[in-house]
């Protein structure tokens, strides 16, 4: 119920970050409530009335230190919590990238992306490779693969729809994957301030049907053969 605001999730591991965020809101919330609840309670019950000494209290015993323990020990339990479910999360999606069906180069530079695909031989650097400037074609239910560089400062990819956020650092070469889940067209954002043209730097990334996928590589590299291209329905 808190997270009805997030951009609608079309990954397959969307569902585990949008899980993870929900705990965090909760136990935040919960935690909020609490507080300010302990807060305006005792600024009501032990306020100033005639005839009542304030008392000085240095924490020296333990009942007393314990108003203080027991908080620390519960926050912290609770960071140890999102921390332990965050980290399977965290291994599932970055530990094990599973083999990608489609390979993509993705460089950031002020302010674009450029994004290099293998063409048909499925390897960069080969005659048949295609660059374009802010679009990156995928077909949809296939695992992409993604290389990333900069050609000069830190920028950051960010797929919001697909709970996918990779920093892009010059000197590197970083990967990062992803699995989408409906067609549509929708933003990629850079994450990182990267200079005077940071916030015009948005691409899009279009998820093709599959039908849909193999027509474009056709018409992107229309000498090659439908079937070393093709994509075949699963
Ligand atoms: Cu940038």
Redesign the pocket.
Known sequence: MFLDWLPKNISTHGGEIDSILHLIYSVTLVWFIVTVGALLAFALLFRRRDGRRAAYITGDRLSQAAWLLIPTALVLALDLWIDFRGGDAWARIKLHTPPSDLQVQVT?K??NWEILYPGPDGRFGTPDDLQMDNELHVAVNRVVGIVLKSKD?I??LYLPNLRLQQNVIPGRELHAWFQATQPGVFEIP?L????FG?SG?VGRLIVHSADDYNQWVQEQWPSTSRSTTAITQP
């Open positions: 950031g002020q302010f400062v920028h950051s850079c990182e301030l990267c200079g940071h730097m």
